[in-house]
């Protein structure tokens, strides 16, 4: 079965850096696309980070751009996000998310798993 389990979520200052872990297991994670995704109350759900099978490529939401870095460590089949010079802004559930598709945020697919999530918080 395939499970997805993010840690490294916790509050945080404004300006300050986290980075969170998304532990796959069941599957080979760099084999398929994997992604970051958040949700702060009373907003919609959003894509921050993905990168495409085998870490070929990566994409960003406008609003982590040079902030955030989205990477994986294929021995410990093991997704990161680095978060730097975070904001409250930033201050959301964190999600991380494998599927089989063309890689896209939102992307509908057959195959995808969702972690729990993790909480970030940033403070003023």
């Known amino acids: 079965q395939v499970r997805l389990v993010e840690s490294g979520g916790g509050l945080v200052q404004a300006g300050g850096s986290l980075r969170l872990s998304c532990a796959v297991s069941?599957?080979?994670?760099?084999?398929?696309?994997l992604g970051w995704f958040r949700q702060a109350p009373g907003k919609e759900h959003e894509g921050v980070a993905g990168?495409?099978?085998?870490?070929?490529?990566?994409y960003y939401a406008d609003s982590v751009k040079g902030r955030f870095a989205i990477s994986q460590d294929t021995a410990k089949n093991t997704l990161y996000l680095e978060m730097n010079n975070l904001n409250p802004e930033d201050t959301a559930v964190y999600y991380c998310?494998?599927?089989?598709?063309?890689?896209?945020?939102?992307?509908?697919?057959?195959?995808?798993?969702w972690g729990r999530g993790t909480q970030v918080i940033v403070s003023l």
């Open positions: 998310r494998l599927w089989r598709g063309g890689c896209l945020f939102r992307e509908v697919s057959d195959f995808a798993f």
């Open positions: 069941g599957v080979t994670a760099s084999d398929y696309c």
């Open positions: 990168i495409s099978p085998g870490g070929r490529s990566t």
